[in-house]
């Protein structure tokens, strides 16, 4: 697509309750990352993806959070037993490959609220 | 640690006036440096990025950025600013050794006055 796209652009769970969170990157882009912003806080990493595996998940906060990304397209973020705590934007970006510092593209987020 | 510090959480400026916004990060090594500018409910945009070539980088919509090295900064300025530079500004930084993760700053929330 022209952009990375993010489903859903908002969603609300209760706490205890599963997750998904999809990004459908750029076609052709290879490196996917995703970040966490909180409210009145600059995005934090939790994974990078170069291709199907999963190069850096240093960023990951605990064993709730889990992303795959099957194809080396598009990728899913997935939260088990969510806590209050877990509210936050959940941004996906892209990029052509790891060796490029162009910075990246990023979607327009999902908004996860967990009450 | 590496850590990214961007003074002011609220900017405010008139149309017209000099915007400055500041960053700055901690690490002994240059890194590669961007700003970012988040419009509400969008995603984060690129403004520009210092990657070791010049150290007075332009960017789009009349940003500029000057990498100084002794100051660890990097500061963003615009000559004029207009309504619709209001926006929140991230700085970010691709630490040397951090592979491709980025880490940004907490943000600078710039309001135009008319």
């Known amino acids: 697509g022209a952009g990375v796209s993010q489903t859903p652009s908002n969603k609300v769970t209760e706490k205890g309750k599963y997750v998904e969170l999809r990004c459908d990157p750029i076609?052709?882009?290879?490196?996917l990352y995703w970040y966490r912003q909180s409210l009145g806080q600059g995005p934090e990493f939790l994974i990078y993806?170069?291709?199907?595996?999963?190069?850096?998940d240093s960023g990951l906060p605990n064993d709730r959070f889990f992303a795959v990304r099957p194809e080396g397209s598009v990728s899913t973020l997935k939260i088990q037993r969510t806590e209050r705590g877990d509210s936050a934007v959940y941004l996906c970006?892209?990029?052509?490959?790891?060796?490029?510092?162009?910075?990246?593209?990023f979607g327009s987020g999902t908004r996860l609220t967990v009450v | 640690a590496q850590s990214v510090t961007q003074l002011g959480s609220h900017v405010s400026v008139s149309e017209g006036a000099l915007v400055l916004l500041r960053c700055n990060y901690s690490s002994s090594v240059p890194p590669y440096l961007f700003w970012y500018v988040q419009y509400p409910n969008q995603g984060l945009q690129l403004l520009l990025k210092y990657t070791s070539a010049a150290t007075l980088v332009k960017g789009i919509n009349g940003f500029e950025a000057e990498f100084k090295k002794s100051e660890t900064s990097f500061h963003l300025t615009k000559p004029s600013a207009h309504m619709s530079d209001a926006a929140e500004y991230f700085c970010?930084?691709?630490?040397?050794?951090?592979?491709?993760?980025?880490?940004f700053g907490s943000g600078t929330q710039l309001t135009v006055l008319p």
């Open positions: 970010a930084v691709r630490f040397s050794g951090s592979a491709r993760q980025l880490t």
């Open positions: 076609s052709g882009h290879t490196a």
């Open positions: 993806f170069q291709g199907t595996g999963a190069a850096d």
């Open positions: 970006a892209s990029s052509l490959n790891p060796g490029q510092d162009n910075g990246y593209t």
